[in-house]
């Protein structure tokens, strides 16, 4: 009876402690903030437009473990179209902390007639995800992701960014 006390026993530490630490060592995704946007050289001719498009934001790592990301790209959309991809260059998110990302993309001419502007604005779309990986106590694995969208109204005249929404 001594060994199935001691074994009960034995179990129930156990279980407590892997609770413990999967409340505590919980991986959890990152964040994305969104800081700025800015379209550093625009043209419109002929009802085409090209554009330098330029993002920057914040990814916050809330896990206590280092966080890998690989994978990771943004989309740029108008009217359901793709105009531009790009891959997001791999790295590494310690615990608790953030870390600035920017990425700057040429966008090859397109026709501006695809969707109809509303008082000499365009709204393009813009999805960011971030895919990785953080270990838990070095032996687990959990793979996590993040995302942000961002609508952006950008003037037709000269490609001011007017209005920001993520």
């Given at each position: 009876s001594s060994c199935a006390l001691a074994a009960c026993f034995l179990v129930l530490v156990t279980t407590s402690l892997a609770i413990t630490f999967f409340f505590l060592f919980r991986p959890r995704s990152p964040t994305i903030h969104v800081s700025a946007i800015q379209i550093p050289?625009?043209?419109?001719?002929?009802?085409?437009?090209?554009?330098?498009?330029?993002?920057?934001?914040?990814?916050?790592?809330?896990?206590?473990?280092?966080?890998?990301?690989?994978?990771?790209?943004?989309?740029?959309?108008?009217?359901?179209?793709?105009?531009?991809?790009?891959?997001?260059?791999?790295?590494?998110?310690?615990?608790?902390?953030t870390k600035n990302m920017g990425v700057k993309f040429s966008v090859e001419s397109f026709d501006i007639s695809a969707a109809p502007l509303k008082s000499g604005t365009m709204e393009v779309e813009s999805r960011m995800?971030?895919?990785?990986?953080?270990?838990?106590?070095?032996?687990?694995?959990?793979?996590?992701?993040?995302?942000?969208?961002?609508?952006?109204?950008?003037?037709?005249?000269?490609?001011?960014?007017?209005?920001?929404?993520?």
């Amino acid at each position: 009876s001594s060994c199935a006390l001691a074994a009960c026993f034995l179990v129930l530490v156990t279980t407590s402690l892997a609770i413990t630490f999967f409340f505590l060592f919980r991986p959890r995704s990152p964040t994305i903030h969104v800081s700025a946007i800015q379209i550093p050289s625009f043209s419109f001719r002929n009802g085409t437009v090209s554009f330098t498009f330029a993002q920057y934001a914040v990814v916050r790592n809330p896990n206590r473990a280092a966080f890998s990301h690989y994978d990771s790209s943004l989309q740029l959309i108008y009217a359901g179209k793709q105009l531009g991809f790009i891959y997001i260059p791999a790295g590494e998110i310690d615990g608790g902390r953030t870390k600035n990302m920017g990425v700057k993309f040429s966008v090859e001419s397109f026709d501006i007639s695809a969707a109809p502007l509303k008082s000499g604005t365009m709204e393009v779309e813009s999805r960011m995800k971030v895919k990785g990986r953080v270990s838990v106590l070095k032996f687990f694995t959990h793979h996590v992701e993040a995302a942000a969208g961002c609508s952006v109204g950008v003037s037709a005249g000269d490609g001011s960014v007017i209005g920001l929404r993520c």
